[in-house]
């Protein structure tokens, strides 16, 4: 049982002092005020112990919050008693008027549309009671968060070194030692931070907030996996068979993977149109908040089978025959080919390989919920390294990471490339992670014919990290199941955008990403190299993914190793081309040293051989 402490009168003492009536509503103020339409003022009462990760918890929210644009701001119980409270000290009457005066600002802060975020230890009940009647009464959301983190874990914290005090006796009345804390009877949110990583703490919170309408569901990193559970497996196969079916390509069951797997959340199948118009004219899905989605995850098919599907609720996706999935409450739409590929490539082109793919598909598409039918596994000898976003977030947890950094890649790693992910690895370090770990991922699904296939390129990079040009214990080498599209900056934000579902934080772009030649002459690229890296920087719903700038490496031949380029001595630098690397590969020759770890080069001399003996 707390201690019964008369309930604080909240009186007004002032007189002739009459409450204004502001001219701007909160709808209007939640439709300007940050990046996400709506009004999501609030306030959010962090109440704990000394030492039981209040402010860190309550800090690392407002900082989530601010990079997905949702104002919010945080009110500590150290910087309010420096300023506004200067003058109250610890005995219970001024504990009362300090959480008094706080909540009245946190009601401003609310009533403005900004989540309000008050940490304070706000010992008694009566008091935290208080605060929420305050925002009750003038209908504004209040959410307690019971920071429950013992007392014994608290005081072997002691981060600030007042325990040890309190237990001496040189600070008194200080709770928890001297004074009652009284136990939230009924609190929002119970954390317990023992074990668990302040983004565990904070995605708790996110998610209550979302349930409770304050936040879109684009703001929760949820990842959302559409693969039937093990349990429900059999049952789900036994009524697909049953179902009418449509027969799907490989290019259309890698997609289902991307889908079924997460990396599209919060898709929760293939775009219905208006899934489809918003992809296409926005970058984003715009409902339920502002989600990057660059590319259209579509499934299209022919008239025939259109006709034969439309007046069904649900029917089967097979692949050679077996079912993957069930499509549920279909919608069917014209497949505007020349349309969609000028928005999603910047072209219409028959000598894009992947833009004659959509000319060759279906005149419709088709959206709706998909169920799939289980792991889509390909039996190829690589599917160990096919692992789910949520896969990737237990094994980076195991690591200890506090930092991830992507890569994506689909072509073999020179020591180039690996110079650009240690050197990123050293600025994460230098800037104070203790563990950062480095997604080595290569691209999986779809590429044009004249790539190296992805079995090459997985030994090669394997062979990267034997020789530890990559160092293995920091490093996750993993396969992404998306088909390459070679769309440029349209599709690098795609790119960008699934890796965030792994919980990666950090993005190197490199120099022309997703993009390829010209299908016609003259010889020039499809796209503005650096225009990649740029949109990147810019494109909406990606700010809290930090992006790493490409630098310029190349063969140093004073240093005989791969360097980044100094153009004060650009004449010691030689930058060796695909087709010149391609060319020695062919013919036996080795590249200079320091170019590439002389396995992962056998790896992939061995391969270009291979098509020149055949």
């Not at 023992?194 to 703001?219: A, F, G, K, M, Y």
Request: glycine share 8%.
């Amino acid at each position: 049982m707390g201690i019964q402490r008369e309930i604080i009168k909240n009186d007004q003492k002032a007189t002739n002092v009459f409450a204004q009536k502001h001219n701007v509503s909160r709808t209007k103020r939640g439709e300007v005020l940050g990046s996400r339409g709506g009004f999501r003022g609030c306030t959010i009462w962090f109440t704990g112990l000394s030492g039981a990760g209040k402010t860190t918890i309550s800090f690392a929210l407002e900082e989530y919050l601010v990079a997905r644009g949702i104002p919010a701001y945080g009110l500590d119980g150290d910087n309010v008693r420096t300023g506004l409270n200067k003058n109250l000290g610890f005995a219970p009457e001024d504990r009362e008027e300090n959480i008094r005066r706080v909540a009245e600002v946190g009601k401003l802060f609310a009533d403005s549309g900004v989540v309000a975020l008050c940490s304070f230890v706000s010992p008694y009940n009566n008091d935290r009671e208080l605060a929420r009647q305050l925002h009750k009464s003038v209908g504004l959301p209040f959410f307690e968060i019971h920071v429950a983190t013992s007392l014994e874990e608290c005081e072997k914290r002691d981060v600030k070194g007042l325990y040890k005090k309190a237990r001496a006796g040189i600070i008194k009345g200080f709770t928890g030692i001297d004074q009652p804390y009284e136990i939230p009877v009924n609190p929002e949110v119970t954390i317990n931070t023992e074990n668990r990583t302040v983004d565990d703490c904070v995605q708790q919170i996110v998610e209550v907030l979302q349930t409770n309408n304050i936040l879109p569901r684009s703001v929760v990193e949820k990842v959302i996996d559409l693969t039937v559970p093990e349990e429900n497996l059999e049952d789900a196969i036994k009524e697909a068979e049953d179902l009418p079916s449509v027969e799907i390509t490989k290019l259309d069951l890698q997609w289902l993977q991307v889908l079924g797997e997460g990396w599209a959340s919060p898709l929760t199948g293939f775009m219905r149109e208006r899934e489809f118009l918003q992809c296409q004219h926005f970058n984003c899905l715009l409902d339920d908040g502002v989600t990057n989605q660059s590319v259209p995850v579509v499934l299209p098919i022919s008239t025939a089978e259109k006709d034969k599907l439309s007046s069904c609720k649900q029917f089967t996706l097979r692949y050679n025959g077996v079912a993957k999935a069930i499509i549920r409450d279909p919608e069917f739409y014209e497949h505007r080919k020349e349309e969609r590929c000028a928005r999603q490539f910047g072209m219409f082109n028959d000598g894009h390989p992947y833009i004659k793919m959509i000319n060759d598909s279906g005149d419709w598409l088709v959206g709706g919920d998909v169920d799939v039918l289980g792991r889509i596994l390909w039996n190829d000898g690589l599917d160990q390294y096919r692992l789910t976003p949520n896969q990737l977030r237990a094994q980076f947890r195991e690591m200890h990471a506090d930092a991830v950094f992507a890569f994506q890649l689909r072509n073999p790693v020179h020591n180039g490339h690996a110079l650009l992910m240690n050197d990123c690895k050293r600025q994460l370090v230098e800037r104070g992670f203790k563990k950062p770990v480095l997604l080595l991922h290569p691209l999986g699904g779809w590429t044009k014919d004249d790539d190296v296939p992805l079995s090459v390129r997985m030994e090669q990079h394997k062979a990267i990290m034997d020789e530890g040009v990559l160092d293995p214990e920091s490093t996750v080498l993993a396969i992404f199941p998306s088909p390459m599209m070679y769309a440029g900056p349209t599709e690098v934000q795609w790119h960008a955008k699934a890796r965030m579902s792994t919980g990666a934080n950090f993005y190197i772009v490199g120099r022309d990403p997703a993009g390829m030649p010209h299908p016609d002459p003259p010889k020039r690229d499809i796209y503005e190299p650096t225009h990649g890296g740029k949109v990147l920087r810019m494109a909406p719903g990606l700010t809290q993914l930090e992006i790493i700038p490409f630098k310029v490496a190349a063969y140093d031949m004073k240093a005989k190793a791969m360097a980044f380029f100094d153009p004060h001595r650009k004449e010691d630098f030689d930058f060796i081309s695909g087709t010149r690397m391609r060319g020695l590969a062919r013919s036996g020759e080795l590249p200079p040293d320091g170019f590439m770890a002389p396995k992962a080069w056998t790896v992939l001399a061995n391969y270009y051989q291979s098509l020149t003996a055949k």
